[in-house]
């Protein structure tokens, strides 16, 4: 149709957002901190936009209603080591849950000019990740070097299948990419600058070295065929390949 016709009152109203957290850390030897802690956040008055069936022979019209709303919560425990000056290690694993109504108005036209209006479904969000575990850290080496990694694994992004029509095949955000995996490494050394035209700088140090993104180079694919109706249904595409790259920071 030619635009948006009005589906709910008080359109005049803004969504809103309410949202808290509990903190626990507990030192468990010297360098040695572990923390828990829950957050929840719950967004209501979000616009929704669903398509609505004109009378025969006449246009279909978009429904506009800010009656949507979205949920998420989260677990997270993470342990923190620091053995040395030099050196310290961190582990992370979160467990959460998003849900909420998928045809809200930022999710259905931000990412396509044109997109597919389909009727609205409550359930698992594009961003949903249960299960989540990130490390971290930097270690000395010899020689004054630095190694910094970061692990991430985490569940596989959701995903909807579609028939032909590009409705629904399923249920919506049923299906998932498969478990990502990626580790980041960092190899450096630090130099002092002793240039005393440098000013402030002068104190702070530069950092040489070397990084390469998704070392393994593990296939975390970015997208999938997901038209019931294609050959190549299932099959995932645009996999994340290995970067490599220098590293040249001034810090402090």
Do not use: C
Request: cysteine-free; charged content about 20%.
């Amino acid at each position: 149709g030619g635009g948006f016709v009005a589906a709910g009152r008080n359109l005049n109203t803004s969504p809103r957002n309410f949202a808290g957290n509990f903190e626990v850390d507990r030192e468990l030897r010297r360098g040695m901190v572990i923390r828990a802690s829950y957050l929840y956040s719950q967004t209501r008055d979000l616009y929704l936009v669903t398509p609505v069936s004109g009378v025969p022979g006449r246009s279909s019209l978009l429904g506009l209603a800010n009656t949507g709303g979205s949920r998420y919560n989260e677990f997270e425990t993470t342990l923190h080591y620091r053995p040395n000056e030099r050196s310290e290690l961190n582990v992370s694993y979160v467990q959460s849950q998003a849900r909420g109504d998928l045809n809200t108005l930022s999710d259905v036209f931000v990412p396509l000019e044109q997109p597919v209006i389909r009727p609205d479904f409550t359930g698992t969000l594009a961003q949903d990740v249960p299960n989540r575990v990130i490390g971290w850290g930097a270690f000395a080496l010899p020689w004054n070097f630095t190694v910094s990694p970061v692990v991430d694994v985490h569940s596989g992004l959701p995903d909807s299948d579609l028939d032909a029509s590009q409705n629904y095949a399923g249920t919506p955000n049923g299906q998932r990419f498969p478990e990502f995996f990626s580790l980041d490494l960092k190899i450096y050394r630090e130099f002092p600058l002793h240039l005393p035209f440098l000013g402030n700088l002068k104190n702070r140090k530069i950092r040489f070295g070397v990084y390469s993104l998704n070392v393994t180079d593990h296939a975390n694919a970015l997208e999938v065929y997901n038209n019931v109706s294609s050959p190549y249904f299932g099959h995932f595409a645009g996999f994340q390949h290995r970067v490599n790259g220098l590293v040249i920071d001034v810090v402090n």
